[in-house]
């Protein structure tokens, strides 16, 4: 049965077959002034995701929980949430990691709610479209389609973590200065354009370098680093934009 009980959180390790308390914030924006949470006790293997565990929680109890995912691999970036007070991908974060017999998950920090655990995109893909996070290059081969652009492994090396984003927004979940700013442009739409900015095949640097070189632009960023800590795909957003004002510094070519 599902409770609404706030039950003593414990730190004992999971083991097998354990029962956990997962704990669901629930909010519905359009009626309620502030989350709620939902306790349900769900039985968990030492294999059992978070993602798999509110699935439980809607199959067997209360299946008006309101949670996006797709493809369960850490792929699509549609399950970022927070857990136990971090954020993190719910499909590719086991309960046995959490070292705890309390999980709490609540929606991402810096993302306006839709209800539960799901959160609007919008603001961060409008940026990400912003940086133009695509190749621009006016010799495109339209006529000659056998010409390769080809780089040296150094030269791939300069941007390709950068290019394992999948837009999950954990990085601007994690980032202080999104709290304080809402109109900042974000860790997750930086990455991206240093992504391009330091790809030798494009051309479009000056043009984004001229978008994010604005009031709520990279100078807002005061390196708290969090962005990084949390990424699952091992992008160093931070570095990025470190790297990103060598560019407007003058430093990098
Ligand atoms: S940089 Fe990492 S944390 Fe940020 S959106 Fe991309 S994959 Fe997610
Ligand atoms: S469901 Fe796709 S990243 Fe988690």
């Given at each position: ?94 309960i046995s990691e959490l070292n705890s017999n309390v999980v709490t998950v609540e929606p991402m920090n810096n993302f306006p709610i839709i209800r ?19 190749m621009i290059n006016d010799e495109t081969e339209v006529t000659d389609r056998t010409k390769e652009h080809i780089q040296t492994p150094e030269e ?98």
């Amino acid at each position: 049965m599902a409770t609404e009980l706030a039950t003593e959180q414990s730190s004992s390790n999971v083991s097998p077959s354990q029962t956990i308390t997962l704990r669901v914030a629930r909010i519905n924006p359009n009626t309620d002034n502030e989350k709620k949470f939902m306790d349900f006790q769900i039985p968990v293997q030492k294999w059992t995701t978070v993602l798999e565990a509110i699935l439980e929680a809607k199959k067997y109890f209360d299946h008006s929980i309101a949670v996006r995912y797709s493809c369960r691999q850490a792929t699509c970036g549609s399950c970022g949430m927070v857990i136990n007070g971090k954020p993190r991908l719910a499909c590719f974060t086991k309960i046995s990691e959490l070292n705890s017999n309390v999980v709490t998950v609540e929606p991402m920090n810096n993302f306006p709610i839709i209800r539960d655990l799901t959160v609007g995109f919008d603001r961060m893909f409008a940026n990400h479209k912003k940086v133009k996070p695509f190749m621009i290059n006016d010799e495109t081969e339209v006529t000659d389609r056998t010409k390769e652009h080809i780089q040296t492994p150094e030269e791939l090396e300069k941007f390709i973590q950068f290019a394992g984003c999948i837009k999950c927004g954990l990085c601007n979940s994690a980032c202080p200065t999104m709290t304080m700013d809402s109109s900042f442009v974000g860790p997750q739409a930086l990455a991206q354009a240093y992504r391009y900015v330091a790809d030798n095949r494009d051309k479009g640097k000056n043009d984004r370098l001229k978008v994010i070189d604005e009031s709520h632009g990279i100078w807002r960023c005061h390196f708290a680093g969090s962005c990084s800590q949390v990424c699952p795909k091992g992008v160093d957003p931070a570095m990025g934009i470190q790297l990103l004002r060598g560019y407007l510094l003058g430093f990098n070519r």
